[in-house]
């Protein structure tokens, strides 16, 4: 699709083969791009190493974006190998349990706080660290969002604002690095039975719903959020930043 051969990029937020950010990063590889991956914690290196492996990552590395020695090691790791950075790719929300299955009028100031710091205060710290890597003239960050960011998605409820937040933070970092060059996007998948789906209730009901409703009449796939990625990191996108990419068949149009 893109040539992306000696592009570099950092994926945060694999989990395992179900994960979002493992499509983009298969997409990716097999558009020739190089890749360092990162997973949470011991526990979750069993699941992520292998992937990574399969796919050539040149960085395997521990990072969890609250501990600050973790992101600092791991940008040290690209600078030391790579020296520049093309694309970071941020796919990584998280909620207590009690708060993401209440109503939001209900949330706890700490629920509250913990999931806007880790979905979406975790990617200004990393463009931040990113920024002097990427090169002049050109670069891609890209988060991911939902459509529960603009409208009411049943049973989303602290997820909504967070992910609003998120959208608009990627607003304001596309015009303060715009004249660097590099671009910054957000991607809206449509339902994806990904493990951090799973903990929304009824979640099964709305994968449901929504394939019923998407004009396409399917739901998306990990590898359809990989190729939109893809785009957004290759040369014919350099000009295209602050802006939500929906990839969900369409349902997004529809007045439900």
């Not at 939001?104 to 200004?124: N, P, Q, T, V």
């Not at 590099?182 to 789906?197: D, F, L, W, Y």
Request: aromatic share 8%; charged share 25%; net charge negative.
């Amino acid at each position: 699709m893109f040539n992306l051969t000696n592009q570099k990029g950092l994926i945060v937020g694999i989990a395992n083969e179900k994960s979002i950010a493992y499509g983009c990063a298969k997409i990716l590889a097999e558009q020739g791009a190089e890749l360092a991956i990162t997973y949470l914690n011991e526990k979750a290196e069993k699941f992520v190493r292998p992937l990574a492996e399969g796919l050539n990552a040149n960085i395997i590395a521990q990072m969890d974006v609250q501990k600050e020695e973790e992101v600092k090691a791991v940008f040290e790791q690209i600078t030391q190998k790579w020296g520049k950075l093309d694309f970071l790719i941020h796919s990584i929300a998280f909620a207590p349990l009690e708060d993401l299955k209440g109503r939001l009028i209900d949330c706890s100031a700490d629920g509250f706080k913990l999931a806007m710091d880790i979905s979406c205060h975790s990617f200004i710290r990393l463009a931040h660290y990113a920024e002097n890597l990427l090169l002049q003239g050109r670069g891609s960050l890209i988060a991911m969002s939902y459509y529960g960011s603009e409208k009411v998605i049943k049973n989303y409820a602290i997820m909504g604002p967070v992910k609003a937040a998120l959208e608009s933070t990627v607003r304001y970092l596309a015009f303060e690095l715009g004249e660097k060059g590099i671009n910054v996007n957000a991607i809206s998948p449509g339902t994806i039975a990904t493990r951090a789906a799973g903990g929304l209730s009824d979640f099964d009901e709305l994968m449901k719903k929504t394939e019923q409703i998407t004009p396409l009449k399917r739901l998306p796939t990990i590898e359809d959020v990989g190729k939109m990625a893809a785009f957004l990191i290759s040369d014919e996108a350099q000009y295209i930043t602050g802006d939500t990419f929906y990839v969900d068949g369409g349902y997004h149009i529809m007045g439900v």
